[in-house]
T-cell receptor, first 114, second 113 residues
C-alpha cells in the first residue's frame, strides 16, 4: 500500500530540546516537502528537496533543519532555536519538483513543546 | 515571489446550496494551480488542478474550478453541496519550474444538513 508515513502522530517535548520528525514515502517520488500548519495560516513551507542529497529553504526555515540521504526519507529536526515550535507538521511528496505534479500528503505530526 | 489569497475564511451553507470559494494568486509568469481538500480526520488530498489547456477544470465529487488569467483567479465551484463536503479547502499556486507550491490560508466549509 503506497503512501507517506509520518511518525509519531503526537509528540511532546520540553522547551530547549531538539526533536526529529520522521517522514517516509514508498511512492518513488523525487521531491519531498515539509510544511507547518497553524490555525488560520494555511500551510507554510519549511524545507523542500527535489532530489537526494539536495534541499532548499522554504519560507520559514529558521529553527529547522533537514536531511535527504535517501530518496524515501526526509526527516525534519525542530531545534531549540525555533521560537514557536508547537504546531501541526505535514510532510508531502511529488513525482518531481517541477511541472504540474500534485503533492501527496502524510497524516501529520502534532508537536507540543511544554 | 508567488502568493495566494483566499477570500473566505469560513463559509456556512445548507445542503443543496451552490458554492463558490475565491482564490487569487500573484506571480509574474505561468503557473500551475491546485485546490486541495482536508476532510475531518483525513489526509490533505488533491481536489483538482490546472496546468494548461481548458481553463475550466473538473475534479472529484462534482467540484470544478475556472482559471481566469486576466483576473489571476482560480475559483472553486460546486452547484449543490452535500453535508459530506464539510472540510477545509486550500488553494495553491506553483510558478512553472519553481519547484514548490504556495498555499492560501484555507477556507473552512461547513454544510448544514
Amino acid at each position: 500500500d503506497g503512501g507517506i508515513t509520518q511518525s509519531p502522530k503526537y509528540l511532546f517535548r520540553k522547551e530547549g530540546q531538539n526533536v526529529t520528525l520522521s517522514c517516509e514515502q514508498n511512492l518513488n517520488h523525487d521531491a519531498m516537502y515539509w510544511y507547518r500548519q497553524d490555525p488560520g495560516q494555511g500551510l507554510r513551507l519549511i524545507y523542500y528537496s527535489q532530489i537526494v542529497n539536495d534541499f532548499q529553504k522554504g519560507d520559514i526555515a529558521e529553527g529547522y533543519s533537514v536531511s535527504r540521504e535517501k530518496k524515501e526519507s526526509f526527516p525534519l529536526t525542530v531545534t531549540s532555536a525555533q521560537k514557536n515550535p508547537t504546531a501541526f507538521y505535514l510532510c508531502a511528496s511529488s513525482i518531481t519538483g517541477t511541472g504540474s505534479n500534485e503533492q501527496f500528503f502524510g497524516p501529520g505530526t502534532r508537536l507540543t513543546v511544554l | 515571489a508567488q502568493s495566494v489569497s483566499q477570500h473566505n475564511h469560513h463559509v456556512i451553507l445548507s445542503e443543496a446550496a451552490s458554492l463558490e470559494l475565491g482564490c487569487n494568486y500573484s506571480y509574474g509568469g505561468t503557473v500551475n494551480l491546485f485546490w486541495y481538500v482536508q476532510y475531518p480526520g483525513q489526509h490533505l488530498q488533491l481536489l483538482l488542478k490546472y496546468f494548461s489547456g481548458d481553463p475550466l477544470v473538473k475534479g472529484i465529487k462534482g467540484f470544478e474550478a475556472e482559471f481566469i488569467k486576466s483576473k489571476f483567479s482560480f475559483n472553486l465551484r460546486k452547484p449543490s453541496v452535500q453535508w459530506s463536503d464539510t472540510a477545509e479547502y486550500f488553494c495553491a499556486v506553483e510558478g512553472t519550474n519553481a519547484g514548490k507550491s504556495t498555499f492560501g490560508d484555507g477556507t473552512t466549509l461547513t454544510v448544514k444538513p
